[in-house]
């Protein structure tokens, strides 16, 4: 009988601990590494130039000191190459992320005078286009993504300039790119 009861005790706290009647760890992961450009560079960041962009800037920034200058939709961009600078980053969403959410910060100056399709600002998920944008945004805008359907899988977010021309300035900047779950 003795042995009975202990066997029963030790089947009810192996199932107390097996069930998860305690806190388990809280779901982390490291998101987007220096998604506000901080750092003064491109740490953490695969990147493709065109010409002198991708750039830290410190002048146009959402918060903080620093922020992504993408292109200028002219010369800067538009020089030897594709006439594309991008960064890119593989970020984990784990299993346990509820609400998994993409937000970034970003600002266009001006609009080509031959209006769309002569640049533009475009932001890719596994190659997904979620943005598109190529005129002037009157100051700082926010996208915001639900990646649920992206749950314990890496993605590829990437960040893309372009232009075909030269002709007008068209600044595109980007800041504060975090992916947060609840």
């Not at 600078?85 to 959410?101: D, E, K």
């Amino acid at each position: 009988m003795k042995k009975l009861f202990l066997l029963l005790f030790f089947l009810a706290f192996a199932s107390f601990l097996l069930v998860g009647c305690t806190p388990g760890p809280p779901c982390t992961g490291a998101g987007v590494v220096n998604g506000d450009f901080e750092t003064g560079d491109f740490t953490y960041w695969t990147f493709t130039e065109s010409d002198q962009f991708p750039q830290v800037q410190y002048t146009e920034v959402y918060s903080g000191s620093a922020a992504a200058y993408m292109g200028d939709g002219a010369a800067g961009l538009n020089g030897p190459g594709d006439d594309t600078a991008s960064i890119q980053q593989i970020v984990y969403i784990p299993a346990c992320a509820t609400n998994p959410l993409l937000k970034l910060n970003y600002q266009v100056i001006g609009t080509d005078s031959g209006g769309e399709g002569y640049d533009w600002m475009k932001v890719y998920i596994n190659g997904t286009e979620i943005l598109y944008i190529w005129s002037d945004t009157s100051g700082w805008q926010q996208l915001q993504y639900n990646l649920s359907a992206y749950i314990n899988t890496s993605i590829v977010l990437k960040i893309s300039a372009w232009t075909i021309d030269s002709i007008s300035a068209v600044d595109y900047y980007v800041d504060n790119v975090s992916i947060t779950w609840d």
